[in-house]
């Protein structure tokens, strides 16, 4: 049964989601503050949370400042943030913190147990593209330095491990399978969130953001990920 934490300070919400939740099968840890949060996920309880919902306005820390810090602690942990408002800022920069997607509150049931279902299947282990009969090595690429390893789910540069987000690194996986092949917004979006509408080009944005913070030299300047304008991104390396 996986466990979720629900941090939500209005308790009517934070009753309602929890009902919701424990009906579809979820074991569910919540929390009121960021700070009760941080707690529960320091401590034994939060060994088995899975997944966060981390709604982004919150009494005195904030759900920016939570996701940041539980980035920080983890890169595992799927984090999905609430947003009242559907403020495009409020968006950007919880995604930038490091959340995996979003919902816009007040969120439907069906629409909220999806978000989760597929944040939870993008933690789980990916898919293999080579093949047992071509070796152990058969899943492990060099591209000018940057190591992946499709089989362990391991990324290094220069010898140095990365550690990447689920999210962060099955858009790498999309991309680098295919070196030179554009993959528009829209087909990331399908294939790595999972999601059953198109068009927000904010979680891919985003996601790719922060991998270029974690592969390039210079992120402004990328070889591996680069954005073919108009279209969406290729891998390279250049």
Do not use: N
């Amino acid at each position: 049964m996986p466990h979720v934490l629900l941090i939500e300070d209005d308790a009517s919400v934070r009753d309602g989601m929890e009902l919701v939740l424990r009906r579809h099968g979820y074991g569910v840890e919540t929390a009121a503050t960021g700070e009760q949060a941080l707690a529960l996920l320091a401590g034994e309880r939060g060994a088995r949370v899975e997944l966060a919902v981390l709604d982004l306005m919150l009494p005195g820390m904030d759900g920016f400042e939570v996701c940041r810090r539980i980035r920080a602690r983890t890169a595992t942990l799927p984090v999905i943030m609430l947003t009242a408002r559907g403020d495009d800022r409020d968006i950007v920069t919880g995604l930038e913190a490091g959340a995996d997607d979003y919902v816009v509150k007040p969120v439907t049931a069906p629409v909220l147990e999806a978000r989760i279902r597929a944040a939870l299947r993008r933690a789980e282990p990916y898919p293999r593209q080579g093949s047992d009969a071509l070796g152990p090595d058969a899943d492990r690429t060099d591209h000018a330095g940057l190591v992946i390893d499709r089989a362990g789910l391991t990324v290094t540069k220069h010898g140095a491990a990365l550690a990447l987000p689920p999210t962060e690194l099955r858009v790498l996986l999309e991309l680098s399978a295919s070196p030179g092949r554009v993959l528009t917004r829209d087909q990331l979006l399908a294939s790595v969130w999972d999601h059953t509408f198109l068009g927000d080009s904010r979680l891919v944005d985003a996601a790719v953001g922060r991998l270029r913070a974690k592969i390039e030299d210079v992120p402004a300047r990328p070889r591996y990920v680069q954005t073919v304008r108009g279209f969406g991104y290729r891998f390279g390396p250049l």
